[in-house]
């Protein structure tokens, strides 16, 4: 079992920069490749970021160089760092592990976390 938890969210404007946070429990949970997803409202979850378990790493055209996500297994925790934030990066951000090698489809996450609000104002 793997319990998620983010946090970090809040109103930035646009051009500025937001880290958001996932902390990680149960013992087994580094052996998960992690990911975060966001969905605006009236619209579908979307993949956002991804980090295998190895720590390499593979995002969204919509935010390639923009974000970045990395993980500390020291800290038991999952970041992502977004700048560069535009009004279309609003949304709820969600952090979720998955017992694949990667994957971009939420369907195949097992674990969610409540998410966070990110609300960009341009």
């Known amino acids: 079992q793997v319990q998620l938890m983010e946090s970090g969210g809040g109103l930035v404007q646009a051009g500025g920069s937001l880290r958001l946070s996932c902390a990680a429990s149960?013992?087994?949970?580094?052996?998960?490749?992690m990911g975060w997803f966001r969905q605006a409202p009236g619209k579908e979850r979307e993949f956002v970021a991804g980090?295998?378990?190895?720590?390499?790493?593979y995002y969204a055209d919509s935010v390639k160089g923009r974000f970045s996500i990395s993980r500390d297994s020291a800290k038991d925790t999952v970041y992502l760092q977004m700048n560069s934030l535009k009004a279309e990066d609003t949304a709820v951000y969600y952090c979720?592990?998955?017992?694949?090698?990667?994957?971009?489809?939420?369907?195949?996450?097992?674990?969610w976390g409540q998410g966070t609000q990110v609300t960009v104002s341009s």
């Open positions: 979720a592990a998955t017992r694949l090698f990667s994957t971009t489809s939420s369907g195949e996450y097992d674990y």
């Open positions: 149960g013992r087994t949970w580094t052996s998960y490749a």
């Open positions: 980090i295998r378990r190895g720590g390499s790493t």
